[in-house]
């Protein structure tokens, strides 16, 4: 079974920057669609990107131009990485990293957190003035 630990979150100020980092174990994660979301109280789980196994990525609309995913892939450890720059208060929010065992699709299903089976504890993200 896929465990998925995030890292990277914090306090930071408008218009920083920050990398999450998701480390995914065990198992052949080759063919695995990571993907990061977003949730803040009271609405729903976010979708933000994702990558392919291939590297090839989608983003959500309000993510182009400011979010940027990357992974890279050892023969033991799949680490996901996703890049905010331009920070602003709505980017406030707790982030996930998922995963699935089939690949993307490059379509709005990559950011549906119902086609994700494994799930990371989340990382907090708060950015103020």
């Known amino acids: 079974q896929a465990q998925l630990v995030e890292s990277g979150g914090g306090s930071v100020q408008i218009g920083g920057s920050l990398t999450l980092s998701c480390e995914v174990s065990?198992?052949?994660?080759?063919?695995?669609?990571m993907g990061w979301f977003r949730q803040v109280p009271g609405k729903e789980r976010e979708g933000v990107a994702s990558?392919?196994?291939?590297?090839?990525?989608?983003?959500a609309e309000s993510a182009k131009g400011r979010f940027v995913i990357s992974r890279v892939n050892t023969n033991t450890k799949n680490t996901v990485y996703l890049q905010i720059n331009g920070l602003t208060p709505e980017d406030s929010a707790m982030y996930y990293c998922?995963?699935?065992?089939?690949?993307?699709?490059?379509?709005?299903?990559?950011?549906?957190?119902?086609?994700?089976?494994?799930w990371g504890q989340g990382t907090q993200v708060t950015v103020s003035s």
């Open positions: 065990e198992g052949q994660y080759s063919t695995l669609c």
């Open positions: 990558i392919n196994y291939d590297d090839t990525t989608y983003y």
């Open positions: 998922a995963a699935r065992l089939s690949r993307c699709v490059r379509g709005n299903v990559d950011l549906r957190s119902d086609e994700f089976a494994y």
